[in-house]
């Protein structure tokens, strides 16, 4: 079934879109953070640089001092000994020339054959988990070359430089644990202050994007405004304008604000022009269709005068008087409907009062029931009286067009049901009139509360009966208007029902 003025449900959309606030913010929170984090590498990768040039400096100093002090307390030959000089006259721990946390080792055939660690109090040999882990990277070693940081077991981290000296493998190093402090204490302060410069920028654009996008958010709240005027009935107009301060065309958003300006003035423009052209055209067909009452009148009093003496008339005289008359009749019913009509689009022509709906429906299906004896005619009223403040003789024509409607439009033997639903306290009543007639077009649903709306041609002439006007539901829906009300229609080809909703004395406007 489909319903004039029901809603219909909204199209699934997909995840909500960012606006442009969220956007300013993530996008500079974004750029803000790259930049903050490419700094932030950048400054460690320079220090990185900058402590590994001062170790290979001491490493440098450290391996020159002992090439030379092996050189210098090299002593003869011994049976069995390693190298140039067969042995070494003085122990590695008695050498001079390193500085503190220095580790200086030789290495021959693969096997540390002396070493000692540096301290502030003097020198000891380096530890067996230090000796081992000279001796598992001594392939690399032995190539000599490029300084290397290796991992000495219990010593931790070293940067490491070697040099081939008679057969002998000569291995110094320096500790790399201030480095490694110093890079962990410059990380964690580029982590910090990353962190506080991000919350910080991202708080300082929120207030930025905020304060700069206040004139478009006002720009927005007089559209909203606007959009909420009930421009499409009334005599509205539109006052709603924006500050001069919103306006200024030197900006970006003040151009928005100035065409927003322009057009409320069109559209205000236009609806004024419209609102003049149907006061014109109200007054019009109130003054028109006043004035035509009377001249109708008299043309049906003299046609009815002269068919007095209708057995001294021709037939076809006579026929002509009746169908005068019979036109008389339908015009002056015209006529009639288009004043009512003028009359309540200007607000006029109620006479307002405490009316029962109950009672008022079942007279006018009782006079319904005597006019079209060929229906069958049903009314579900509850046992109370349903109290609305209306006036009773339109409420009466509300019901007796929608009968009339539902009569003219279905084929004889057709069932018509009036029914009237009370809701809770406070809430509107519905009156509804439906029957099982042969339905609606989907073409003609849209229009069907237009004036002069007529039904096709199936549904006008299976009762047989005179030709509609197309004024009946207009005045219907004019009628609910007035009081306060709407108004609605469902078909489909096994029936149609209109449902009228009106307020109760107790009903809370929206």
């Given at each position: 079934m489909s319903a004039v003025g029901s809603s219909t449900a909204p199209p699934e959309r997909g995840a909500a879109p960012w606006t442009l606030r969220r956007r300013l913010v993530v996008g500079i929170a974004g750029v803000v953070a790259a930049v903050l984090l490419g700094m932030g590498l950048l400054s460690i990768a320079v220090l990185s640089t900058s402590t590994n040039t001062v170790a290979d400096a001491q490493l440098t100093a450290s391996l020159s001092a002992l090439s030379?002090?092996?050189?210098?307390?090299?002593?003869?030959?011994?049976?069995?000994?390693?190298?140039?000089?067969g042995g070494v006259a003085k122990s590695f721990v008695d050498f001079v020339g390193h500085g503190r946390g220095t580790v200086i080792a030789v290495v021959a055939d693969g096997v540390v054959a002396d070493s000692a660690l540096f301290s502030g109090t003097g020198a000891v040999v380096l530890?067996?988990?230090?000796i081992e882990a000279i001796e598992l990277a001594v392939t690399d070693l032995e190539s000599g070359g490029e300084n290397r940081s290796l991992n000495l077991g219990d010593l931790g981290s070293y940067r490491v430089a070697t040099v081939v000296n008679d057969g002998e493998l000569l291995v110094a190093g320096v500790p790399l644990e201030a480095a490694e402090m110093a890079l962990l204490r410059q990380g964690l302060a580029i982590a910090v202050f990353t962190v506080l410069a991000l919350a910080g920028t991202v708080l300082g654009t929120i207030l930025v994007v905020r304060l700069a996008l206040r004139p478009l958010a006002r720009v927005v709240e007089t559209a909203v405004e606007v959009t909420a005027l009930p421009l499409a009935v009334g005599d509205h107009g539109i006052s709603t304008r924006l500050a001069a301060a919103d306006t200024d065309p030197r900006t970006e958003t003040g151009k928005v604000g100035?065409?927003?300006?322009?057009?409320?003035?069109?559209v205000d423009t236009a609806l004024s022009v419209r609102a003049a052209t149907d006061r014109r055209m109200r007054r019009f067909v109130t003054d028109a269709s006043h004035e035509l009452r009377t001249p109708l009148a008299a043309i049906q009093g003299y046609a009815e005068l002269t068919r007095?003496?209708?057995?001294?008339?021709?037939?076809?005289?006579?026929?002509?008087?009746?169908?005068?008359?019979?036109?008389a009749r339908r015009m002056s019913s015209l006529?009639?409907?288009?004043?009512?009509?003028?009359r309540l689009d200007e607000g006029q022509d109620l006479h307002v009062e405490d009316v029962d709906l109950a009672d008022l429906l079942l007279t006018a299906v009782n006079d319904a029931r005597a006019s079209a004896p060929s229906h069958s005619w049903l009314a579900e009223v509850p046992d109370t009286a349903v109290v609305v403040r209306g006036d009773r003789e339109?409420?009466?024509?509300?019901?007796a067009n929608l009968l009339s409607n539902a009569r003219v439009h279905t084929p004889p033997a057709s069932s018509v049901t009036a029914r009237l639903r009370v809701g809770s306290p406070g809430m509107p009543v519905q009156l509804s009139v439906q029957d099982d007639g042969p339905g609606i077009t989907a073409d003609l649903l849209p229009v069907i509360f237009e004036r002069f709306a007529r039904g096709d041609a199936s549904r006008t002439q299976v009762s047989g009966g005179p030709r509609s006007t197309g004024l009946g539901l207009a005045i219907a829906l004019s009628i609910a208007e007035a009081h306060g009300g709407t108004i609605r229609v469902r078909s489909s080809p096994a029936g149609t029902a209109f449902t009228v909703t009106l307020p109760t004395p107790g009903t809370r406007r929206p």
């Open positions: 030379q002090s092996v050189d210098k307390y090299r002593g003869p030959p011994a049976v069995g000994g390693h190298g140039h000089g530890s067996t988990d230090a100035e065409a927003l300006n322009q057009l409320l003035d069109h007095q003496d209708s057995a001294e008339l021709p037939e076809i005289t006579e026929y002509s008087l009746a169908r005068i008359e019979s036109e006529v009639s409907d288009l004043l009512l009509l003028a339109r409420l009466h024509q509300l019901v």
